[in-house]
């Protein structure tokens, strides 16, 4: 596609999204020169994929990343997990040529159009999302409707990550993505300094301060305590950790809470069996009336008694 052409795609596209001033026509434009100067670098230096590939295995090597890389949620009963969106963005920025990221297209009526968006400058493939967040949080209370501009912009972020993610990996070789969680999955089980009983210790502590899943309900998921784990099983609750914080998944999706319904349903049985006790040792104490009928059942007794000795 020539330059020229790709101008008059990128003002017919902008020219659709909405009626535009012409101070609004003038940043389109600087933003389409923009976009023709990274095409032209990326023709002058395109990139070497062997050494791109070496950079992108060796940010995988870092600990820190590492543990952020990888994400888990279930579907269909089974697990199913990927790379990350902080993976997706390393990937992307030492594969090069790529120009990626999340643009509120417009915002109003209570929510925003956004788009997340990732094109390989060098081969000119892009994938883009365009999707609508409402302001709003659902929450156990209700729906709490966002009004301050912060809390917007965290809330269209969070979701955009998601789209971006996405947009990143297809356009990304496959075998280029499966080869850096590989490494990342290495760096996790060969680079640990601190005890497995203390880290497993943290994780369990994570998961009940922010998401009030207790030790029981992550033993009860794996099948069997926690003193069995392993560096494998450590991982697999960091990708779960991982899906819950990004919002791909909820907790019951992978934790059964303790049956509510069976605890009521014990402690109503335990009252009752209370109450038909108190009742059998309230049938058993002598009443008012039977005291009276007692005495007067004594009255006639003695009183037959005088008439027999008359």
Partial sequence: MKM????????????????????????????????KGQIFMAKQFPRNTMQAEARILDACKRKSLAESAIYSYPRGGQRVSGPSIRLAEVVAQNWGNISFGIKELKQENGESEVMAYAWDLETNVRQEKIFTVKHERHTKRGVNYLTDSRDIYELVANNGARRLRSCILAIIPGDIIDNAVLECEKTLTNQND?????????????????????????????????SAFTERNLIDLGGIYRSLKDGMSKVEDWFERPNQEKAEKEEKNELEKEFEAKKESKSTEPTIDDVVNEALKEDEAHEVEQTELL
């Fill in 194 to 226: 601190r005890p497995l009983a203390d880290r497993l210790k943290e994780a369990f502590k994570l998961f009940k301060e922010n998401y009030d899943v207790t030790q029981d309900m992550i033993e009860a998921r794996f099948g069997y305590k926690t």
């Fill in 4 to 35: 020229n052409d790709l101008t008059t795609q990128f003002q017919q596209n902008q020219m659709q999204a909405g009626n535009f001033s012409g101070g609004m026509m003038a940043q389109a434009s600087r933003e389409m020169e923009e976009v």
